[in-house]
């Protein structure tokens, strides 16, 4: 598959991210918004205790630093995030309605989670 093949691919398309604060999927989220800026939706899965905690892992990790295109896209509202954990059932989403939204409206996952414990 050729990149072009893949941007047009992305082009209206929801993509869920799991393991979004981290290394790989920042960059996968930065290349995304970069080019295919007509994506319909990003949501974000976080792995934190609550929605607050999150809010402010994914403010530290993800919106310090971004270029404008970035912080645009967070305030058009194409970004969502929820908090969750792949290692549990239904990935423990608390958030009903985003879970709703990310099991009905998904056009493509991408699962770029990892052990943040190698002692395991």
Known sequence: MELG???QF?????IFVTGATGF????FV???????????????????????????R???EIAEG???IEVQF??????GFGTGDISQE??????FILEEEIYKHTDVKMNVAGATKFDE
């Open 24 to 27: 790989l999927a920042k960059i």
């Open 5 to 7: 093949s893949i941007i």
């Open 74 to 79: 967070l305030c058009l509202g194409k970004i």
């Open 90 to 95: 239904n990935l423990n989403l608390k958030n």
């Open 10 to 14: 992305l082009e209206g398309k929801t």
């Open 58 to 60: 994914l403010h530290n």
């Open 66 to 68: 971004k270029s404008r």
């Open 30 to 56: 930065e290349k995304i918004l970069r080019v295919q800026p007509n994506v319909r939706k990003l949501y974000l899965l976080v792995r934190d205790k609550d929605t607050q905690s999150a809010t402010e």
